[in-house]
């Protein structure tokens, strides 16, 4: 039975052969970035600078000595919240935040008593202007704004959300941790002021890559301190970047397969990329609702023909619980879903499945027409057998 | 064996993305030199440095301008 994955919002696992090929050369070649100057370590300084710059070029970031690298999204967000927010701080985020956001939030509220307000999801999955306007206020310190969900897909239309936080003088961080290398991003055009993304799923990089890119006028003060290669003597981080925020040695292998994966996906194109998945997803929801018997299936989030959405479909089928479900496609038909909460808590309550969870399926540039396909075959032939 | 010294201009770097951006503009320049560790007599740190022939450092200069930070230049026995 072929192994169908339909879980590369969790993480990709097909991969440009580019990328696998260059964490082998770098593990048999690379000594330490930037502690030292020989050949073997000048190699892996010289890499992770192009990963900085095809990223920050990917990305619209004309400043890649501020992109700085993570083990993955979460810490990046957690870096960036932490060196955000002091006592007291208003900061408003979204139903669509993932855990990774919640976490250090309700944490940041217990230890420094930062307020936060949460702009709430329709039964759609849908974010509304009019509660950021009434939200965000002169005083807000920062607006935590998820660029796709990752139950439900749905894309924020970030342009006014980051224009009204503006105005009211709050900074804007983004969480591109589901649109990163599959749909469209220029964080400078947007006017983002802290852009936090992960290696290692629509990048297609190796897992324990991921970082932040910080807007020249943000101060984020470090989460971590440490070794940096320079400055040794000083007591403090220094503060030129990256090494204001890269504390420690570097994944060197893992950027050296992150710089080829962004490599291709710069050469591939993002729209196209972004092309291919759509098509798919058109092709998934429009041979769901052509095959499933009529009111077996519940599909969660909002899908406007032509609107951007990211490349994930959240689903139950009637008769069947979440995680008997994708047990099932994993069992019977070799497919890799995901059941669950998603550690997308909010986002569930706002659509009534905090005690259901749903089934998600996420593809990505290498998911095949084919694999759709079976996959829709599956769920037919599982919806049918539950009535 | 005694090494023979010989004069270099030598500048120094807060991080090490500026040091490679400074490499890389000097290979495009053609800018002779090249990445050394960081000499004592500038500071006892691990950092990188650029070693350069004395003649270089006003060509090293302008290639600045507008394209990596350096924090100082320094003429040295090497």
Same mark, same amino acid.
């Not at chain 1, 095809?54 to 083990?71: D, K, N, Y």
């Not at chain 1, 002169?138 to 503006?166: I, K, M, Q, Y």
């Given at each position: ?133 009434? *939200? ?75 970082? *932040? ?66 098509? *798919? ?17 519940? *599909? ?88 | ?78």
């Amino acid at each position: 039975m072929e192994t169908i994955y339909l879980n590369c919002a969790a993480t990709s696992l097909d991969r440009p052969a580019c990328v696998a090929e260059a964490v082998m050369a770098a593990l048999g070649s690379f000594g330490s970035a930037a502690r030292g100057t020989s050949p073997t370590e000048l190699g892996p300084a010289r890499s992770v600078t192009a990963c900085r710059e095809g990223l920050a070029q990917l990305l619209g970031f004309s400043h890649p000595e501020r992109v700085c690298f993570t083990a993955n999204v979460t810490q990046a967000l957690n870096c960036a919240l932490w060196g955000l927010l002091g006592e007291g701080d208003h900061v408003v985020a979204t139903d669509w935040d993932h855990n990774s956001v919640l976490r250090p939030l309700h944490s940041l509220a217990a230890e420094r008593g930062v307020r936060v307000d949460f702009a709430p999801a329709d039964a759609l999955g849908r974010l509304s202007l009019a509660d950021f306007d009434h *939200l965000v206020t002169p005083g807000t310190r920062l607006v935590v704004l998820t660029h796709a969900s990752n139950l439900t897909g749905n894309v924020l239309d970030l342009a006014p959300v980051v224009s009204l936080a503006h105005a009211r003088g709050a900074l804007v961080l983004l969480d591109a941790a589901q649109t990163a290398g599959c749909i469209p991003l220029d964080m400078e055009a947007l006017g983002v002021d802290v852009l936090c993304f992960t290696g290692h799923k629509a990048l297609m990089g190796p897992q324990g890559t991921g970082g *932040l890119m910080v807007a020249p006028h943000v101060e984020v003060e470090p989460l971590l301190s440490g070794g940096t290669g320079v400055l040794s003597f000083e007591e403090t981080q220094p503060r030129s970047y990256p090494e204001h925020l890269e504390a420690g040695t570097l994944n060197g292998h893992g950027l050296a397969g992150l710089a080829a994966a962004v490599g291709w996906i710069l050469e591939t194109g993002v729209d196209t990329i972004q092309a291919h998945d759509q098509a *798919l997803l058109s092709r998934l929801l429009g041979g769901l609702r052509e095959s499933l018997p009529e009111g077996s299936m519940t *599909l969660y989030g909002d899908f406007v023909p032509g609107a951007p959405h990211a490349p994930v479909v959240a689903l139950n089928l009637r008769g069947w619980e979440s995680s008997s479900l994708a047990d099932a496609l994993t069992g019977d038909y070799g497919i890799t879903t995901r059941a669950g909460a998603h550690c997308a808590p909010r986002m569930h309550r706002a659509l009534g499945t905090q005690d259901a969870g749903s089934v998600r399926l996420s593809f990505g540039c290498f998911t095949s027409e084919e694999q759709i396909d079976a996959a829709v075959v599956a769920l037919a032939e599982l919806a049918t057998e539950a009535l | 064996m005694v090494r023979a010294r010989r004069a270099r201009a030598v500048a120094s770097f807060d991080s090490t993305h500026e040091a490679l951006e400074a490499e890389r503009c000097c290979h495009e320049g053609g800018i002779e030199g090249r990445i050394i560790p960081m000499p004592v007599s500038l500071g006892a740190d691990c950092g990188m440095a650029w070693s350069m022939p004395p003649e270089c450092r006003p060509a090293f200069e302008a290639a600045a301008r507008g394209r990596f930070a350096y924090a100082r230049i320094v003429e040295l026995e090497l």
